[in-house]
């Protein structure tokens, strides 16, 4: 009798154990752990250097000698194709020139869906895309990120239509789609003008 009421004890206190186990671990994995304001903003600087947003954003990075006194704040170096010529524009918090008055709703929006906040289409070869495929908390550390460096008073050139003048800009060319590829492109936007940021 002695031998099988400890065995009942002892597998009563296995089982209690291993439930107590159980649902410790599951309790600390389903909950995410929240990361703090410094965590996010350097995610969302991780998240801008793997996503490549210095090459375009940053002066002179195609160069070869980016100037890290105005990271992120816009090129004068043009991309041409249909849509026109664009440039990358100011991502740092600067009221004037910058993205400034955006709040980090609307960097989210415009990374994943390719629209500023007043409307207007992001032109190529800005890669809104490819990057509707972040994470819901990888865009939310970006726009932390963006809205948390300094801001740099640095106005870009603004969008050339398809056919204006371009004389004296340096940019890069991407050639018409051949035929296979540009059968069933939409047209270029009817209002590529850079409005207010």
Partial sequence: MRWTRWIAVISLASILTGAVLTLSCTTNSSKPVAMTAEQKIARGRYVSLICACN?????????????????LSGSELGWQGPWGISFPRNLTPDQATGIGSWSESDIVTAVRQ????NGTPLLPPMPWPMYANLSDDDAAALAAYLKSIPAVDHKVPDVIPPGGKSTGIAMLTIPPPPGWDGRNLPPPPADTSMKKQ
């Fill in 55 to 71: 090459d375009c954003h940053t002066p002179g990075s195609f160069y070869g000698f980016p100037d890290t006194t105005r990271r």
């Fill in 114 to 117: 390719g629209h500023r906040p």
